[in-house]
């Protein structure tokens, strides 16, 4: 039944028409558990009480069914716009996007134009900016445009690994040469098992294989879960081979497993917190949904109280 609601919800995700009707009339359904308000104003104050709380942050503005110029560059610019709110409320976050958002599917050109300026601005306040992986489909044109970047100097920018692919560590191997700063997840996305593990329990061990991997690389490491089983993993790890603190993190959603989060605050970890925001929360929504289709309840009491 788990597997069922899992496949239904993430082929809702795709559903373009559903995600319409959701940007015009807002937040719904328990949304808001999971995204920080349509508005930057409401992902700042988001910030700013996570911040209090001793955690840090990545930003988000969601968007990935975009399918023209002008939506690629308004994306680019509400990016842009998020990076100056960030450096005038003087927050710790750091920046994520998709590169379908910045219009990987129309042009690379044009994509690549929209990263340089994203780019270049957060290098001017002293930001990072992390290009979060989607499905197989955009694996490769992903990677392409993050060397292209790298070769154009651009070292303020990191990529993500997910951990159900089989090639995960291959690339893992090869970015590490780069430097790469990597947050590496298990993956969210439905996929066919010629590309990915269709098994939790090899999932799991890739994933545990790859962050042995970048933390043994001395590169940065983001290691986001909420899989207590593989937090323990990590933190025997970095003890036994004696990482410093400020050579990784743990990395968690906005709304899922607050108390795991202060708990690790309150051990001395590094903790990010993913805080998505804006009107094309629909898809988002709905891949959370089939992470942990035990989170239906909350759609279902919002359901009821409209």
Same mark, same amino acid.
């Given at each position: 039944?788990?597997?069922? &609601?899992?496949?239904?919800?993430?082929?809702?995700?795709?559903?373009?028409?559903?995600?319409?009707?959701?940007?015009? +009339?807002?937040?719904?359904?328990? /949304?808001?558990?999971?995204? /920080?308000?349509?508005?930057?104003?409401?992902?700042?104050?988001?910030?700013?009480?996570?911040?209090?709380?001793?955690?840090?942050?990545?930003?988000?503005?969601?968007?990935?069914?975009?399918?023209?110029?002008?939506?690629?560059?308004?994306?680019?610019?509400? =990016?842009?716009?998020?990076?100056?709110?960030?450096?005038?409320?003087?927050?710790? @976050?750091?920046? @994520?996007?998709?590169?379908?958002?910045?219009?990987?599917?129309?042009?690379?050109?044009? =994509?690549?134009?929209?990263?340089?300026?994203?780019?270049?601005?957060?290098?001017?306040?002293?930001?990072?900016?992390?290009?979060?992986?989607?499905?197989?489909?955009?694996?490769?044109?992903?990677?392409?445009? +993050?060397?292209?970047?790298?070769?154009?100097?651009?070292?303020?920018? %990191?990529?993500?690994?997910? /951990?159900?692919?089989?090639?995960?560590?291959?690339?893992?191997?090869?970015? @590490?040469?780069?430097?790469?700063?990597?947050?590496?997840?298990?993956? !969210?996305?439905?996929?066919?098992?010629?590309?990915?593990?269709?098994?939790?329990?090899?999932?799991?061990?890739?994933?545990?294989?790859?962050?042995?991997?970048?933390?043994?690389?001395?590169? +940065?490491?983001?290691?986001?879960?909420?899989?207590?089983?593989?937090?323990?993993?990590?933190?025997?790890?970095?003890?036994?081979?004696?990482?410093?603190?400020?050579?990784?993190?743990?990395?968690?959603?906005? %709304?899922?497993?607050?108390?795991?989060?202060?708990? &690790?605050?309150?051990?001395? #970890?590094?903790?990010?917190? $993913?805080?998505? $925001?804006?009107?094309?929360? #629909?898809?988002?929504?709905?891949?959370?949904?089939?992470?942990?289709? !035990?989170?239906?309840?909350?759609?279902?009491?919002?359901?009821?109280?409209?």
């Amino acid at each position: 039944m788990e597997q069922i &609601l899992r496949n239904f919800f993430l082929f809702m995700a795709k559903n373009r028409t559903l995600n319409r009707g959701a940007k015009k +009339y807002g937040l719904r359904f328990g /949304a808001g558990r999971f995204v /920080a308000g349509e508005t930057l104003e409401s992902a700042l104050s988001v910030i700013r009480e996570l911040n209090q709380r001793g955690m840090s942050v990545t930003i988000d503005r969601l968007g990935e069914f975009v399918t023209n110029e002008q939506e690629a560059v308004e994306m680019a610019n509400h =990016c842009v716009e998020a990076l100056h709110g960030m450096a005038e409320a003087q927050v710790d @976050s750091y920046l @994520s996007l998709k590169l379908t958002s910045m219009g990987l599917d129309i042009s690379q050109d044009l =994509c690549l134009d929209n990263m340089r300026r994203i780019l270049n601005t957060a290098r001017e306040y002293g930001y990072f900016v992390r290009i979060d992986m989607e499905d197989y489909a955009h694996l490769e044109s992903t990677l392409d445009l +993050y060397h292209q970047l790298r070769e154009e100097g651009y070292d303020n920018v %990191g990529l993500v690994i997910q /951990a159900y692919l089989y090639r995960s560590v291959e690339d893992v191997e090869a970015l @590490s040469k780069l430097g790469t700063n990597l947050r590496l997840v298990k993956g !969210a996305y439905k996929e066919s098992p010629e590309v990915a593990f269709p098994d939790k329990k090899d999932v799991d061990e890739n994933f545990k294989k790859i962050i042995a991997m970048q933390l043994k690389s001395g590169n +940065y490491a983001a290691v986001a879960t909420h899989d207590e089983a593989i937090i323990a993993y990590t933190k025997n790890l970095v003890k036994e081979w004696e990482i410093p603190h400020d050579r990784f993190e743990f990395q968690m959603l906005f %709304g899922i497993r607050t108390d795991l989060q202060q708990r &690790l605050v309150e051990k001395g #970890y590094r903790v990010r917190i $993913y805080v998505p $925001y804006g009107d094309d929360w #629909y898809g988002y929504f709905m891949r959370r949904l089939a992470e942990r289709p !035990a989170n239906v309840g909350f759609v279902l009491k919002g359901i009821f109280k409209k």
